[in-house]
Nanobody, 114 residues
């Protein structure tokens, strides 16, 4: 079965720069667009970034601060986050999409606090 497993979350100080990995299995990885979403308490889930092949797309608020990448040989997608702020606190979720097929990871909590 398909699995997406995020990690790398936890408590980070303001200004920190963690990298979140997502390990994919059970799918033809290169066929899927991979994305990171996030959901903060009381807010709707929002798109952070997408990578399709080698092409990337970012939400305007993330552009220049977050970077999505993928390693097809390892079936991995990464989200590099820089200069984190308390308002970045959220559950970060990995997503794989192929047309109407959509898979989600369980999410990893990132808490930005002093």
């Amino acid at each position: 079965q398909v699995q997406l497993v995020e990690s790398g979350g936890g408590l980070v100080q303001p200004g920190g720069s963690p990298r979140l990995p997502c390990a994919a299995s059970g799918l033809t990885f290169t066929a899927y667009a991979m994305s990171w979403y996030r959901q903060a308490p009381g807010k709707e889930r929002e798109l952070v970034a997408t990578i399709t092949g080698s092409s990337t797309n970012y939400a305007d608020s993330m552009k220049g601060r977050f970077t999505i990448s993928r390693d097809n040989a390892k079936n991995m997608v990464y989200l590099q986050m820089n200069s984190l702020k308390p308002e970045d606190t959220a559950v970060y979720l990995c997503n794989a999409r192929l047309i109407r097929i959509n898979y989600w990871g369980q999410g990893t909590q990132v808490t930005v606090s002093s």
